[in-house]
C-alpha cells in the first residue's frame, strides 16, 4: 500500500519522516507536535491583567438577570390572568430568554451570577403552585426548564421534576 494519499492534507512533499504511521487508522499512535505542552493548562497566561467586561456585557448581563427574577411572577400572573394557555405563552417567551442565555454563554460573556440566578429561577418556578391540567403544558414548560439547566450545569441530576399524571385506558 503507497503512502501517498490524494486528497489528505499530509500527502505530497511533506510526507513525515519520522515514522510512517497513519493517521487515520493509528491515531493512538499519533504523537503531538512539539510546540504543545503536556498539559492544556500549561499554555494559559494566568499572571495576565484581569477580564473587565464592555458596558454592554455588564448590561446584557443585568437585564438577563432581572428577566430571570420576575420570571416566576411573570408566569403566575400568566396563569391567573389567561389560565393553562398563559403558562403554555409564558413558556414559549421563556423559551426565548433560554436562547439569549445560551448565546451569552457561548460568547463567553455570561456572568456566574446570571448562572446562578438562572438556576435558582428554574427551581422557583417548579416550586410554584399552579394546577397545570393538561400534561402537554406542563411537560413542555419542564423541557424548557430542564433544558436550560443542561446548559448551565450538565453534571447535575435534578429530581424536582413534577410527576406526570396521564389517565388510566379504564376511565374511559
Known amino acids: 500500500m503507497a503512502e501517498y494519499r490524494s486528497g489528505s492534507a499530509g500527502s505530497g512533499s511533506s510526507k513525515s519522516s519520522r ?6 487508522k493509528d491515531w493512538h499512535k ?3 507536535s512539539g510546540s504543545r505542552t503536556s ?3 500549561g499554555s494559559i497566561d494566568r499572571t495576565g491583567t484581569p477580564y473587565v467586561p464592555t458596558p454592554d456585557v455588564i448590561e446584557r448581563n443585568e437585564l438577563i438577570v432581572k428577566a ?8 403566575h400572573t400568566r396563569f391567573r390572568h389567561f389560565g393553562q394557555l398563559g403558562v403554555l405563552g409564558w413558556s414559549s417567551e421563556f423559551s426565548e430568554l433560554i ?3 445560551q448565546r451569552c454563554g457561548l460568547e463567553r460573556q455570561m456572568f ?6 438562572a438556576l435558582s429561577t428554574c427551581k422557583a418556578l417548579l416550586k410554584l403552585h399552579i ?3 393538561l400534561q402537554m403544558i406542563s411537560m413542555f414548560l419542564c423541557s424548557q426548564i430542564a433544558r436550560l439547566r443542561r446548559f448551565l450545569d450538565g453534571e447535575t441530576e435534578y429530581t424536582d421534576y413534577p410527576t406526570p399524571n396521564f389517565p388510566l385506558p379504564e376511565a374511559y
Request: net charge neutral; no cysteine; glycine share 0%.
Open 99 to 101: 436562547d439569549e442565555i
Open 131 to 133: 394546577d397545570i391540567r
Open 19 to 24: 515514522s510512517k504511521v497513519d493517521p487515520v
Open 68 to 75: 430571570l427574577k420576575n420570571a416566576p411572577d411573570a408566569l
Open 30 to 32: 499519533v504523537q503531538p
Open 39 to 41: 498539559s492544556s493548562r
Open 112 to 117: 456566574t451570577t446570571t448562572r446562578a440566578q
